[in-house]
């Protein structure tokens, strides 16, 4: 491991060198890589600053209990040894689960879909409330969030809703929730006051970048077509939906989210090209499963990972079986305690996996 640390350490420096040639600050693509290359890698030297520090402590109060004739010193270096023992042993554990192999589509933005399943209105009516948890979890990170399209719900909520979610690491995290989402409670639309189970569907998608990716202008047919709303002078006048088909898929994407027929023609060739860059993502993962899938983010859009239940206000998550007592709060945004355990789940098979 200190090897590995070193190694980092060189290139941290190497690279701080390169950012200031030159010839790399007036190449803005270079220096921008290399500056999030360089910020990644600070946070692995910094840890490993603290490592160091933590181990040479260690190493004076050993020497001193060794050395030292007088008790009261080495009394307090007794004192020191047990709280620096662990110090180290967490800083390993720390440095290891950032030493793991990164999916390169970790840092990538996301293009969410959450669509609604089983249970007629009140699915639609669920799918809205896991937009507004996904919503209310990216403002506590301050990503920013755009919807691109919705569709929604005759009794509230949404049949769909498309979301796009920008910043640091963001398909790392949203990864997770790709899967089928149960939720067993009263609905709003229940007049007998039983419980139902209902559910909806979470594709968290890396988002595209032109280099990721060819799409061509010839695979796509477009079509128009007016805009629905709450009235005003442009609704229903002007024809500023777009729907776009990539002839040779038959994959098909629509965004309504703009005012202007260009605005949603651009923000509908994002979602049409993050879509198929999905499925080749998807089968580069296929052909190469034994080393990037896990159980944890399998991608499997019809696994069911999590229920929610709100006569016991409970949340299950079924992949890593864990269970949290805090719906109304995990409702409102606070999912991190559960996406940190997918993580650390994740991050042990991987380190298994390295081991076998």
């Not at 639609?124 to 755009?146: N, P």
């Not at 419980?195 to 079509?223: N, R, Y």
């Amino acid at each position: 491991m200190l090897d590995k640390l070193e190694a980092i350490n060189a290139k941290f420096n190497d690279i701080g060198v390169s950012l200031t040639n030159p010839d790399v600050v007036s190449d803005q693509k270079k220096f921008m890589a290399l500056s999030k290359e360089y910020s990644k890698l600070e946070k692995i030297v910094k840890k490993h600053q603290a490592y160091k520090k933590c181990l040479d402590s260690l190493a004076f109060a050993k020497e001193v209990l060794k050395e030292e004739q007088d008790e009261e010193l080495r009394d307090l270096a007794k004192a020191d040894i047990t709280p620096l023992e662990e110090e180290k042993e967490a800083l390993e554990d720390e440095i290891q689960q950032m030493l793991i192999p990164k999916d390169p589509q970790d840092e990538k933005n996301v293009v969410l879909e959450v669509r609604a399943g089983t249970g007629g209105d009140e699915a639609s009516i669920f799918v809205g409330d896991l937009v507004r948890m996904y919503i209310k979890y990216c403002e506590k990170h301050g990503w920013k969030v755009e919807m691109l399209s919705t569709n929604e719900g005759t009794s509230g909520g949404y049949k769909e809703a498309i979301l796009q979610i920008s910043g640091e690491d963001v398909y790392g995290t949203m990864k997770y929730e790709s899967g089928v989402h149960r939720v067993q409670r009263v609905p709003a639309t229940e007049t007998q006051g039983r419980v139902h189970t209902s559910a909806a569907t979470v594709a968290a998608m890396p988002e595209a970048e032109e280099i990721d990716f060819e799409l061509k202008e010839s695979d796509v047919k477009m079509e128009t077509s007016r805009s629905g709303g709450a009235g005003g002078q442009n609704v229903n006048k002007v024809e500023t939906k777009v729907q776009l088909t990539h002839v040779p898929t038959g994959v098909v994407v629509v965004c309504s989210m703009d005012r202007t027929q260009l605005g949603n023609r651009i923000r509908a060739m994002e979602m049409l090209r993050s879509k198929l860059y999905e499925e080749e993502v998807r089968k580069h993962e296929d052909a190469i499963a034994s080393q990037r899938k896990t159980l944890v983010s399998s991608g499997d859009r019809s696994a069911k990972i999590r229920t929610y239940n709100w006569p016991q206000g409970r949340i299950t998550d079924h992949r890593i079986g864990k269970t949290m007592y805090n719906l109304d709060a995990f409702i409102n945004g606070d999912l991190q305690e559960m996406i940190d355990a997918l993580m650390f789940a994740e991050n042990a098979e991987k380190m298994k996996a390295g081991q076998n």
